[in-house]
Antibody
Framework: QVQLVQSGAEVKKPGASVKVSCKAS????????ISWVRQAPGQGLEWMGW????????NYAERLQGRVTMTRDTSTSTAYMELRSLRSDDTAVYYC?????????????WGQGTMVTVSS | QSALTQPASVSGSPGQSITISCTGT?????????VCWYQHHPGKAPRLIIY???KRPSGLSNRFSGSKSGNTASLTISGLQAEDEADYYC??????????FGGGTKLTVL
């Protein structure tokens, strides 16, 4: 079946970087884009950006520009999200989500989430 | 991009209907028919329940329906059931080719 499996929880110090992986299975990876969404404790969902399934072009949320990079490895059907210069308010559950097209706004399959804790 | 505006909470009794609103601007909700709704049970992954304002994913109960008027989209859940208790989020494509979520609404089934 179609699924996204994310890497495990991370604990990082302020100023460090984190790279979360998202392995896709059950569908043709390059036919659909991947988006990343996060949820800080007690807060709502926040869209971080998306990556085209066709050519890996990216578009990031303005407030994360310069700190976030989304990449992929088509040989392993894995998407990655790296966030740099971590701050305490980056503590959140990070989700990857499959789009229903190469680029789009509809997320039909979600990963299980990865908890990233930023603490000194 | 500011978050779309949703009520913080709504409640209803089993069997009743409730409606959750999602208000944006002409640059997002009002400008495109690209509004989605997601159901999120804490600790689990969000689930798509409405896309393109009014469409339901295959196999989803027809108790869930979506609509839009101007800059406000709405999600209606009819025949409330205990398992509908969750957080609900709207999202919209924007004129900047980005996406914005609503602040979320906690649904309590009394």
């Amino acid at each position: 079946q179609v699924q996204l499996v994310q890497s495990g929880a991370e604990v990082k110090k302020p100023g460090a970087s984190v790279k979360v992986s998202c392995k896709a299975s059950g569908y043709t990876f390059t036919n659909y884009g991947i988006s990343w969404v996060r949820q800080a404790p007690g807060q709502g969902l926040e869209w971080m950006g998306w990556m085209s399934g066709y050519n890996a072009n990216t578009n990031y949320a303005e407030r994360l520009q310069g700190r976030v990079t989304m990449t992929r490895d088509t040989s392993t059907s894995t998407a990655y999200m790296e966030l740099r210069s971590l701050r305490s308010d980056d503590t959140a559950v990070y989700y990857c989500a499959k789009m229903t097209a190469v680029v789009g706004d509809v997320f039909d399959i979600w990963g299980q989430g990865t908890m990233v804790t930023v603490s000194s | 991009q500011s978050a779309l505006t949703q009520p913080a909470s709504v409640s209803g009794s089993p069997g009743q209907s409730i409606t959750i609103s999602c208000t944006g601007t002409s640059g997002d909700v009002g400008g495109f028919n690209f509004v989605c709704w997601y159901q999120h049970h804490p600790g689990k992954a969000p689930r798509l329940i409405i896309y393109d304002v009014i469409k339901r994913p295959s196999g989803l109960s027809n108790r869930f329906s979506g609509s839009k008027s101007g800059n406000t989209a709405s999600l209606t859940i009819s025949g409330l059931q205990a398992e509908d208790e969750a957080d609900y989020y709207c999202s919209s494509y924007t004129s900047s080719s980005t996406l914005v979520f609503g602040g979320g609404t906690k649904l309590t089934v009394l």
